[in-house]
Antibody, heavy 119, light 106 residues
Framework: QVQLQESGPGLLKPAQTLSLTCSVSGGSVNSGNYYWAWIRQVPGKGLEWIGYIFHSGSAYYNPSLQSRASLSVDTSKNQLSLKLRSVTVADTAVYYC???????????WGQGTLVTVSS | DIQMTQSPSTLSVSVGDRVTITCQASQDIGNYLNWYQQKQGKAPKLLIYDASHLERGVPSRFSGSGSGTDFSFTISDLQPEDIGTYYCQQYDNVPMCTFGQGTTLE
């Protein structure tokens, strides 16, 4: 059973960089069969795809976040990472990592981590 | 961007009800549509992919249909554990996808 677990600071100030890690167990991020995605959800609102990354390091981003987001993968630790620069209060959300089994089909998700941006 | 419009936003339901949610795309997306269920405080769960295919392990009371711009999702015999919010997701313009705003069953 694949399990994903997000971790990182829960509180940031505006203009700081959000840095989250997703630890994967029960599966390998080095698998050529899957992409690994980040998705966020503003509290009480809908879902927004941030981007995804392949084990090779090839990444694709939501155009609305492309200038600020950066994804990476550490195959030795079986982890994914998300960095989002210059955060504002609008970036306050629950951030999820998820496995993409192809064509943006997310079959396994982490439990999510709330990141609050506040001065 | 492809916009997804779900209706209704909220739906008052009872056990045993037949529940239908609709999702309309702003342009033709073929059958590139998935449905997810999200329970309070939990991550979304994939239920239906490619508009009408049931994900493995998902009860058969869930179904989906449609193509092009108009899609529907049905729960044939609502159970108490089906309470939550349901989202459609289009993936016609890979590597980009968008979600509907959600339909909450209460």
């Amino acid at each position: 059973q694949v399990q994903l677990q997000e971790s990182g600071p829960g509180l940031l100030k505006p203009a700081q960089t959000l840095s989250l890690t997703c630890s994967v167990s029960g599966g390998s991020v080095n698998s050529g069969n899957y992409y690994w995605a980040w998705i966020r959800q503003v509290p009480g609102k809908g879902l927004e795809w941030i981007g995804y990354i392949f084990h090779s390091g090839s990444a694709y981003y939501n155009p609305s976040l492309q200038s600020r987001a950066s994804l990476s993968v550490d195959t030795s630790k079986n982890q994914l990472s998300l960095k989002l620069r210059s955060v504002t209060v609008a970036d306050t959300a629950v951030y999820y990592c998820a496995r993409d089994k192809g064509q943006l089909l997310f079959d396994y998700w982490g439990q999510g981590t709330l990141v609050t941006v506040s001065s | 961007d492809i916009q997804m419009t779900q209706s209704p936003s909220t739906l008052s339901v009872s056990v045993g009800d037949r529940v239908t949610i609709t999702c309309q795309a702003s342009q033709d997306i073929g059958n590139y549509l998935n449905w997810y269920q999200q329970k309070q405080g939990k991550a979304p769960k994939l239920l239906i992919y490619d508009a009408s295919h049931l994900e493995r392990g998902v009860p058969s009371r869930f179904s989906g249909s449609g193509s092009g711009t108009d899609f529907s999702f049905t729960i044939s015999d609502l159970q108490p554990e089906d309470i939550g919010t349901y989202y459609c997701q289009q993936y016609d313009n890979v590597p980009m996808c968008t979600f509907g705003q959600g339909t909450t069953l209460e």
